[in-house]
């Protein structure tokens, strides 16, 4: 059994969330909650609940709002070449949505992702640069918005990394140093910047997690 503990920090906001996980055999359950769960005393807000095979599907079940989450996962050999393939849809929500991935070779990915409810259709090219790979490029295509969105990717011995986005849309540009360490749990910085707006400071978000073995 494990249990992880998570804490997000905005300026203007912060949160928390904990979950408890425990294995039967090659099926997984999960609980959560979050903060809300104790805000105004014991409630059932913020409550989760989930069961998983990986690689096989997940449902999740969202107590307050009594609402389910399917996701069925499946791989084929497609040209000879592994093709994932995604699908996801959310009751109450009525939204489906399917996801598809071919990889060509270790250091090459290209996937696919469409909405039916909204129409929405996202391209991306994955591309692992060196021979421990440890540059990531991935330039995404929004087929809807006729924009891209890109991204780059530094990984470090250690467990560290860094990472830069921008989304020509939005004119959003941001940067995340994270650590993920085995022992002492995973920690996130990210600063984000409207390249549209002057005189704004860039935005602020720490999110820290430990895990727990039970």
Known sequence: MKASLKGRYEPDKSSAAATLTFDAGDTRFKASITDATFAKGPSLNGLGLSVEKPGSFIIDYNVPQQDFRFQFMNTLQLLEKPFSLTYTHVLGARQ????????????????????????????????????????ILEPIYDVSKNTWDFSVTRKFEGGDSLKATYQTSSKLLGLEWSRDSKLNGCFKVCASLNMMETNVMPKLMVESTLNYDI
């Open 96 to 135: 489906t949505a399917v996801d598809g991935s071919v990889a060509f070779d270790p250091a090459n990915k290209l996937s696919a992702n469409y909405n039916f409810s909204s129409g929405n259709c996202k391209v991306k090219y994955v591309y692992a640069h060196g021979e421990l790979r440890r540059t």
